[in-house]
């Protein structure tokens, strides 16, 4: 058997893995003008997938019709991570791979930076540590900022990770309002939020909105200048799912013409770098704060994520 490597995951896989098949790994490789620690293409991955049987990946490329076409022999498909909108499913099924992603267990992850990033924005924390570094000044008078105490927080997407986000804001004395059609309406009560029965709703409410949303046809452009003018001008939006769900046109229009008060976000529309790198009209934007994709980017995740794949490739090949 072989296992391919194509993106930085939690090194035990690769040591446990070799001591039961060949397992390369093409993160690390450099081959063909790719340099190491970068993720393949879906046409690089397409090169070299035809002997493999095990994929192990996160979100980079996407796994379409013709990586699928060129896998010959695959048979399964490590996400280590939680959004599955990067792979051809329907392909996938017809061929017999099993995918098998991580749910749940980056969530603790995600949703420290979620508070994170809203304790940013709250304070003006980046703004304020650019002009000490930048300018050498020393103005606690430009930077007033809010508390998080008392302010509503809607949570678009009541999963483990928005549930973990509103066992966090409970601590800071946060009101609590989530939507998710998909969940039993005891489990908002359990975790100190109210539920709401439309987005919305929840929109026309909250001081700060947080989306923990698969990325999909429903969820894509939710937030645009349409939903925008439903919200408080002094609401802050949060992004730690995936790019599309926030139009980033409409967002930077927003921002700029004081519409909304701030967007921090983990992910954007384009995350690979293609001509001069990552590009998004957002970056010209004020109370702007952004990070590349890195919500699951602690040793303690990546531990996690990468045993419960071992667990899953040795049930499903030498249970």
């Known amino acids: 058997m072989k296992c391919l490597i194509i993106d930085d995951v939690y090194a035990g896989i690769q040591e446990t893995l070799s001591q039961k098949m060949d397992v390369e790994n093409l993160y690390e490789a450099e081959w063909e003008g790719k340099p190491a620690k970068t993720p393949l293409t879906a046409a690089q991955l397409a090169e070299k997938i035809g002997d493999c049987d095990i994929l192990i990946m996160r979100v980079d490329p996407a796994i379409n019709a013709d990586v699928l076409a060129a896998a010959k022999n695959l048979k399964f498909i490590g996400v280590c991570s939680v959004g599955l909108n990067h792979v051809n499913m329907e392909i996938a099924k017809e061929k017999g791979i099993i995918v098998q992603n991580a749910p749940g267990l980056n969530g603790n992850a995600v949703a420290e930076l979620t508070i994170g990033k809203m304790l940013d924005l709250a304070r003006q924390s980046i703004p304020a540590h650019r002009d000490v570094c930048d300018n050498h000044n020393w103005d606690k008078y430009a ?95 949060l992004n730690m799912a995936r790019g599309g769900i926030v139009n980033e046109k409409d967002m930077c229009e927003a921002l700029n013409e004081g519409r909304i008060a701030g967007y921090g976000t983990d992910v954007l529309e384009q995350e690979l770098s293609e001509g001069d790198g990552v590009n998004s009209p957002l970056f010209e934007c004020k109370n702007f704060v952004v990070t590349p994709h890195l919500g699951a980017q602690t040793y303690e995740a990546s531990r996690d994520i990468g045993n419960f794949m071992l667990e899953k490739i040795n049930a499903a090949f030498f249970a």
Request: net charge neutral; glycine share 8%.
């Open 143 to 237: 930077f007033m900022g809010h508390e998080l105490r008392g302010a509503t927080l809607g949570i678009l997407g009541f999963g483990r990770i928005g549930q973990r986000v509103a066992h966090f804001a409970h601590a800071f004395d946060m009101n609590i309002v989530a939507y998710d059609p998909y969940l039993p309406v005891e489990l908002f009560g359990k975790n100190n939020a109210t539920r709401m029965e439309t987005i919305p709703e929840l929109l026309k409410v909250a001081d700060y909105v947080t989306i923990h949303m698969p990325l999909n046809a429903e969820t894509k452009n939710l937030i645009s200048a349409d939903s925008i003018k439903t919200m408080k001008p002094n609401a802050v939006i």
